[in-house]
């Protein structure tokens, strides 16, 4: 496979490579809002362009991975591309598998666009829209012509303008989704309602987020309302370091996500390169 590209079977096979894997999907862990899923699906139908767009946190992944699901059991073939781990040097190798497969229908999925949308996305894109056959799927936040650092371009503004894409704003319907597919048993009580709307407001929430507290909460049980903050940064601290076993990768990685939360470059030439390759081989970071 070329640098860069990967195929969407064994990605989606590696919990490593985020969630939702095939068994969150095919075990019914995942809840889909069809409407959305449709959209997209009509967009590719229609248009072979989708950009997915939404805050941190909101679903895009989710989304993009249900239909390539979707695609891949209608025998598409379906290849996963992630800008964040996209170097130059991949680009025209990338830019020609584009237009290679043959035979069945292609559908190609871009996550994290907004890594680089004034480098490596902008060419990803010029590529796609030279194709004449495959779909394509783009993942990002939204990118806005003006940062406080530089002017940059908005790679999509074509596909925005020709009503290429779908924004995810997730509400409390889609929370109360989450709860229902973590829990088909349990019932929302009143001071359940009132935690969720304090805690995550009542639009555009941070699904990310809530799925830390329902893991926590499928380990603790009891009412949801009443799962510990403490609790769940503990879940999180053990899911991303239990492995590493070793106090200086645990110390570099809390510097880089302690930047990085906040869309903030992490300079690593002032730290020992040793650590920041290491935990770039344990797929924990890339750079």
Not at 92 to 112: A, Q, V
Request: glycine share 8%; aromatic share 12%.
């Amino acid at each position: 496979m070329i640098e860069g590209i990967e195929s969407f079977g064994r990605m989606m096979e590696d919990p490593h490579k985020g969630w939702p894997t095939f068994g969150d999907i095919q075990e019914g862990r995942v809840f889909t809002d069809e409407n959305i899923v449709n959209d997209v699906e009509n967009k590719l139908q229609e248009y072979r362009y989708c950009l997915i767009r939404g805050a941190e946190g909101r679903g895009k992944t989710v989304l993009a991975r249900i239909v390539g699901d979707n695609k891949d059991r209608e025998g598409w073939n379906v290849i996963f591309i992630d800008v964040r781990g996209v170097r130059r040097e991949h680009i025209t190798g990338i830019c020609d598998f584009y237009i290679k497969p043959e035979g069945k229908k292609s559908l190609f999925i871009i996550e994290n666009a907004h890594f680089s949308p004034d480098e490596i996305t902008p060419k990803l894109m010029e590529s796609a829209n030279k194709q004449d056959k495959s779909s394509f799927i783009f993942t990002s936040r939204k990118i806005f012509p003006r940062n406080e650092r530089r002017l940059i371009s908005n790679p999509f503004e074509e596909w925005e303008e020709n009503g290429w894409y779908v924004d995810l704003k997730s509400g409390l319907d889609m929370a109360r989704g989450m709860i229902h597919i973590k829990n088909p048993a349990y019932s929302l009580t009143k001071e359940d309602e009132s935690w969720l709307e304090r805690e995550f407001g009542e639009q555009n929430l941070n699904l990310r987020r809530l799925n830390w507290y329902l893991d926590t909460w499928g380990k603790m049980g009891g009412p949801l309302s009443a799962i510990p903050k403490e609790k769940v940064l503990e879940e999180i601290l053990n899911y991303f370091i239990e492995e590493l076993k070793d106090g200086d990768l645990e110390e570099m990685l809390l510097k880089v996500a302690g930047i990085f939360q906040f869309d903030v470059d992490f300079y690593g030439r002032d730290y020992d390169r040793t650590y920041l390759t290491e935990l770039v081989k344990r797929v924990l970071i890339t750079f």
